[in-house]
């Protein structure tokens, strides 16, 4: 098991930039994979970033690429995501997510371990 806990959610204007952090307990954190998955009001969870065990892979969705970027420090079991550039749309619960494989790392579905997620509001 993987317990987790973000932080760094907040109130920003638009173009601005914000990170969030996540602290992953547990003996063998770089064993999993760590996601960032976003829900909006009224919305379905969509992915947003994934990187794998030894972080020398990332992936976004397209929405995002350019402007967040995900990484790791597996010395400090802690897994970030910088985002730069926001725009209102960004505005979501961003949940800080794990799972085992590297595979169907797009797939909000593969996640199952989550945090309680981080509110990011982003005003135009």
């Known amino acids: 098991q993987v317990q987790l806990v973000e932080s760094g959610g907040g109130l920003v204007q638009a173009g601005g930039s914000l990170r969030l952090s996540c602290a992953a307990s547990?003996?063998?954190?770089?064993?999993?994979?760590m996601g960032w998955i976003r829900q909006a009001p009224g919305k379905e969870r969509e992915f947003v970033a994934a990187?794998?065990?030894?972080?020398?892979?990332?992936y976004y969705r397209d929405s995002v690429k350019g402007r967040f970027t995900i990484s790791r420090d597996n010395g400090k079991n802690t897994v970030y995501l910088q985002m730069n550039s926001l725009k209102p749309e960004d505005t979501a619960v961003y949940y800080c997510?794990?799972?085992?494989?590297?595979?169907?790392?797009?797939?909000?579905?593969?996640?199952?371990?989550w945090g309680q997620g981080t509110q990011v509001t982003v005003s135009s």
């Open positions: 997510t794990a799972k085992r494989y590297n595979n169907n790392l797009n797939d909000v579905d593969a996640y199952n371990y």
């Open positions: 547990g003996r063998s954190f770089s064993n999993y994979v």
């Open positions: 990187i794998t065990w030894s972080g020398a892979n990332t």
